[in-house]
């Protein structure tokens, strides 16, 4: 038969960078590609044991129809923590546990956005989770991300005159820039939403990772008018293969997203949500998170201090604070695509800037490097190798 | 702030027996209103014992990010098991593994069906699906049941009438109804189906759990025009709390498909994939299946009995050949809800068969039993007090 799809499908796309990815499993590559956290980062002995102890004392619980709302041990602990290291108030607010990040975009589009409408992105932004906006039919419009979050004026001039009903921003070391929105900047995007009536949409997934400088209050933290939904990951903390995610939003919100999340696959793992639990209330988490800390802050480190050595001078990037990416930017009007293609016939992978675009038709100056996974002596090898690339690239006209 | 939710969401609503369910923790409640396996049918022992050898041989393999069509040696195991006991063609046909049955009937949704399409679907139904196509914004129509299968020609009328994008049945044991569609009938559906170019979307979940009878070939193994989506499920054979459910659809569909799933949650829980896994490849699942039969077909023996002996012979009912529920009818046009109240005061929760209904603002003469939940002596007491009820409920004028 032909298959006529919903319209929402023709949107939907799959991941450039889950392409890109399967080229790092070729011996030889190295990969500046990835996403993730290290695997020699895993918590993997107190997982397997507290998996085993909930095995032996509460099998029934973890193998039954949890509930949708999240496993409520594991809910109240949660509460608890982000009112202490976020400052949330759950007097006003509710947490809804869901199936990692990915699940906390797909289920906040499914909310606010119906088809045609309009929502607003960091230029660039998280490629899964502009996929998610447009598998419901979102036109997304993107707003020039500068070093200390989103440019102003054109974020105001995208709410005056586009009806937009969401704006997304990862407030804290972006996917893919490596960006954190400032103080100033977070209170004024805050000030404007509540003028326009739009939503705020705050992804939050690397900000316990930082390395240097000051952390900035959520918007989420000061949201007395209710327009902030946040939203939290422990994917990058403990292990993406759990898939434990986390909303927080206005009280007001929890009946419909409850409904919403029991059509979309009843409730998350109670097992994973329970190795969550027993390590905020059992474990030291803020311990675990300064291990990470000193894991990740050397290998940024190593990056910048190559990058520094090895690259053309007129590529410009920042020295990240936090979380596993930097961004680096050929001269203004420069492609992209054709460098990283070039880089990955010399066995090093990166991602070009143009997958991270709402009109991934357009071309980016951009390149995003990951620290997070390739080990020192990759980084090293691998930077050196762009370097001199870049050096070629930006030195000599170019083979046409 | 005043919220604007998406059309769709008003169309979404909760579970009515999920909140009849709460009830069913009271003292002295005997509950007939579930619709889950037994606990103790969990395979716990086995269950932990693969969790705990899998954290100890391959916890990266669990704990990184999952590929979004399903781990890749659960997708071949069951691939080769749906070969064996359902004939299903793989040249033709692809297998997508997802969070349980309700993540199916979602992706299926948002797959086909634009707001105000039309889905078809058996009168009474499972509220589950109805509720994840509402959430798309689907518009319901339903086609009256009878004891093998829908009434075709109220099927080809809607077909013909209402443009309908998708009918969804559950061929085999129907929930709530009890009924399996007869060969006959299931081979008339694909032709109208083929005709009026319909996709079929057929759910069984219940399928393996024959007490008597003969199997009936599902409608997707001769499903030569591709227009057939199968859907199965772990949740009712090993335990509903891993979530692990599939998708059987034609090659054309996958590569849309596998993205609608990335931009979900990325992928389902390796874990409990893993244990599925061992079960086809390393465990007796055909022995751990007749176990379940053997368990089962006793209560759906028990609850028969008790029926045929205490109930009022105007009540309507068939003795089921497999899955977890009987469906009581009261003398035609007499509404359930009243019966179903008074039973609850008397301590016994059953479901009125309103909450099976497309527009749940009519009423049915329904009443669902489930027997996999309560124990013999619980079956017993409680049917003996819903007799007593039938016999006062029938033979006197009704209190006004």
Same mark, same amino acid.
């Given at each position: 038969?032909?298959?006529?799809?919903?319209?929402?499908?023709?949107?939907?796309?799959?991941?450039?960078?889950?392409?890109?990815?399967?080229?790092?499993?070729?011996?030889?590559?190295?990969?500046?590609?990835?996403?993730?956290?290290? +695997?020699?980062?895993?918590? @993997?002995?107190?997982?397997?044991?507290?998996?085993?102890?909930?095995?032996?004392?509460?099998? !029934?619980?973890?193998?039954?129809?949890?509930?949708?709302?999240?496993?409520?041990?594991?809910?109240?602990?949660?509460?608890?923590?982000?009112?202490?290291?976020?400052?949330?108030?759950?007097?006003? &607010?509710?947490?809804?546990?869901?199936?990692?990040?990915?699940?906390?975009?797909?289920?906040?589009?499914?909310?606010?956005?119906?088809?045609?409408?309009?929502?607003?992105?960091?230029?660039?932004?998280?490629?899964?989770?502009?996929?998610?906006?447009?598998?419901?039919?979102?036109?997304?419009?993107?707003?020039?991300?500068?070093?200390?979050? @989103?440019?102003?004026?054109?974020?105001?001039?995208?709410?005056?005159?586009?009806?937009?009903?969401?704006?997304?921003?990862?407030?804290?070391?972006?996917?893919?820039?490596? @960006?954190?929105?400032?103080?100033?900047?977070?209170?004024?995007?805050?000030?404007?939403? !509540?003028?326009? &009536?739009?939503?705020?949409?705050?992804?939050?997934?690397?900000?316990?990772?930082?390395?240097?400088?000051?952390?900035?209050?959520?918007?989420?933290?000061?949201?007395?008018?209710?327009?902030?939904?946040?939203? /939290?990951?422990?994917?990058?903390?403990?292990?993406? /293969?759990?898939?434990?995610?986390?909303?927080?939003?206005?009280?007001?919100? $929890?009946?419909?997203?409850?409904?919403?999340?029991? /059509?979309?696959?009843? $409730?998350?793992?109670?097992?994973?949500?329970?190795?969550?639990?027993?390590?905020?209330?059992?474990?030291?988490?803020?311990? $675990?998170?300064?291990?990470?800390?000193?894991?990740?802050?050397?290998?940024?480190?190593?990056?910048?201090?190559?990058?520094?050595?090895?690259?053309?001078?007129?590529?410009?990037?920042?020295?990240?604070? /936090?979380?596993?990416?930097?961004?680096?930017?050929?001269?203004?009007?420069?492609?992209?695509? +054709?460098?990283?293609?070039?880089?990955?016939?010399?066995?090093?992978?990166?991602?070009?800037?143009?997958?991270?675009?709402?009109?991934?038709?357009?071309?980016?100056?951009?390149?995003?490097?990951?620290?997070?996974?390739?080990?020192?002596?990759?980084?090293?090898?691998?930077?050196?190798?762009?370097?001199?690339?870049?050096?070629?690239?930006?030195?000599?006209?170019?083979?046409?």
């Amino acid at each position: 038969m032909t298959y006529e799809l919903a319209r929402r499908v023709a949107g939907a796309r799959g991941s450039i960078i889950r392409d890109l990815l399967k080229l790092a499993s070729e011996p030889g590559m190295i990969s500046f590609g990835g996403g993730a956290p290290e +695997p020699a980062a895993y918590p @993997v002995d107190l997982i397997a044991d507290i998996t085993a102890r909930a095995f032996l004392e509460q099998p !029934k619980t973890l193998l039954a129809y949890g509930i949708s709302e999240g496993y409520p041990p594991f809910v109240n602990s949660l509460k608890s923590y982000l009112e202490k290291t976020e400052g949330f108030d759950f007097s006003e &607010n509710e947490l809804l546990i869901l199936s990692g990040g990915q699940q906390c975009a797909d289920i906040t589009a499914k909310m606010f956005v119906n088809e045609g409408d309009t929502i607003a992105v960091e230029r660039p932004s998280f490629v899964g989770c502009m996929n998610a906006f447009r598998s419901y039919g979102a036109k997304l419009v993107d707003i020039p991300l500068e070093d200390d979050g @989103v440019n102003l004026d054109k974020l105001e001039e995208a709410f005056r005159t586009q009806n937009v009903r969401l704006f997304y921003l990862i407030s804290t070391f972006q996917n893919p820039s490596g @960006v954190t929105t400032s103080d100033k900047k977070r209170k004024a995007i805050y000030e404007l939403a !509540k003028h326009y &009536n739009v939503i705020i949409f705050e992804d939050n997934p690397y900000g316990e990772l930082r390395y240097s400088g000051q952390k900035i209050p959520a918007i989420k933290s000061y949201d007395e008018a209710g327009l902030v939904v946040y939203t /939290g990951s422990f994917s990058k903390t403990l292990a993406p /293969g759990m898939r434990v995610g986390f909303l927080v939003y206005n009280k007001a919100l $929890h009946q419909q997203f409850k409904i919403l999340k029991q /059509g979309m696959d009843v $409730h998350s793992s109670t097992l994973y949500q329970l190795v969550c639990h027993e390590f905020l209330t059992q474990h030291d988490y803020p311990g $675990h998170l300064k291990q990470l800390i000193a894991r990740y802050s050397v290998k940024a480190d190593k990056m910048a201090a190559m990058m520094d050595k090895y690259f053309h001078p007129s590529i410009t990037w920042r020295k990240p604070e /936090g979380g596993f990416f930097i961004m680096a930017f050929l001269p203004e009007g420069m492609d992209s695509l +054709p460098f990283v293609q070039e880089a990955i016939r010399r066995k090093v992978i990166t991602v070009p800037g143009y997958a991270f675009l709402a009109d991934s038709s357009q071309t980016s100056n951009g390149i995003r490097l990951n620290f997070s996974l390739p080990d020192m002596d990759q980084i090293e090898r691998g930077i050196k190798i762009l370097g001199e690339l870049s050096h070629e690239w930006l030195c000599q006209p170019k083979a046409v």
